[in-house]
DNA sequence: TTAAAATTGTGATGTTTGTCACACTAAAAC
DNA sequence: GTTTTAGTGTGACAAACATCACAATTTTAA
């Protein structure tokens, strides 16, 4: 388990063993459940997650009570209510478990401590900062060029994997369309 | 013009005089007219661009020719196609003004040394970073949550201003929807 | 194992939105 | 000042998509 992070880390920012035993001193270790909540709508978020293994869901829900999947967090993942967590207010999204998932987690003053007190890692924070944004930037790309059907192509190309780990109903709720039409995208 | 960056700056990271000359130096100052590309999609990306006055546009140009705006740029922003930037890979996105503007330019290279040479200067980036990933989510959000007529209203709540800026036609490519649909929409 | 719950496909129908067309206005260029 | 260009509104029609309903299947839980 130490090990994946490690290596994860080392794809970007190489570590010393002793860097990395210093890294890991602040995270904790977690297993949760299918369906339990890593974050809850409405509470605070005290832990930025990376995805050892397992698969989350990190959803919205509006007025009307219907849930939006704003993102997947698959194997080597990091993910988190960022706004709700940098800014210590409460969730606005949900960090929900679609499988078994085991987890590291790191609190925010941890996250600031450790950043500073290791200049690689704030290196690798920043990186996947940078990384995260351009992958949002992309899917507002796919929002804003492509159809139902062309997202939906797009997705199975990007995560062929997702198709056998989660129902339609999940991936429509991703895609922005009715579980009706996604059944009906030829393909 | 060098006040608002350093004024900029402060607001997340106070700078003292001599640090922010130092950042200065690693930028450079320039000025474009109105319809003046920074970026042109297929070509090198050299800079990021911090927006002293005026507007750009970030647009996505999609394989029948039509324009999609990524994002609009305005006073006090962080632009660039980072994906590209980042990378040293071609530009998938142009960069464009919609009136005259003002910039600071900064080189990937020196970016690089600014957040080596100056810590204060990589938080401050990575704070922009995570900032920059919350609100494209949130873009997102509004994708999956509104249709096009409460993400005009959003938009109009959340940036008045623009609207005395830009053309219907521009807002139109921004939410995603045609000029006519915009043009028909109550609010 | 059996009952309950979740998942999926599909028809019918209405709403939303895109596309094409044209007229009108305002701004920019000559 | 006149011509060109860009921006805008609106009608008519077609395509995309949402919603409601129901049946069939699979998965989960007791």
Known sequence: MKEKLKEHIDKL???TDDEFAF???????????????????????DYCYYVVTGL???????????????????????????????????????????????????????????????????????QKSNLGHIA??????SFLTSSANERYEQLLKQYPTLFQRVSKTLLASYLGVSRETLSRLSS
Chains 1, 2 share one sequence.
């Open 23 to 45: 890294v890991l001193s602040h995270f904790k270790f977690d297993k949760y459940n299918k369906n339990d909540f890593l974050i809850q709508q409405g509470e605070d978020v």
């Open 136 to 141: 949002s930037q992309n899917r507002i790309i």
């Open 56 to 126: 989350l869901k990190l959803i919205y829900m509006d007025q009307g009570g219907k849930q939006h999947i704003v993102s997947f967090a698959m194997e080597d993942w990091w993910e988190s209510d960022f706004s709700a967590y940098f800014t210590q207010s409460k969730a606005k999204m949900s960090l929900q478990c679609i499988e078994n998932t085991v987890v590291f987690s790191i609190g925010l003053s941890d996250y600031q401590k450790l950043s500073t007190e290791l200049p690689k890692m704030e290196r690798f924070f920043l």
């Open 13 to 15: 920012i190489p570590l």
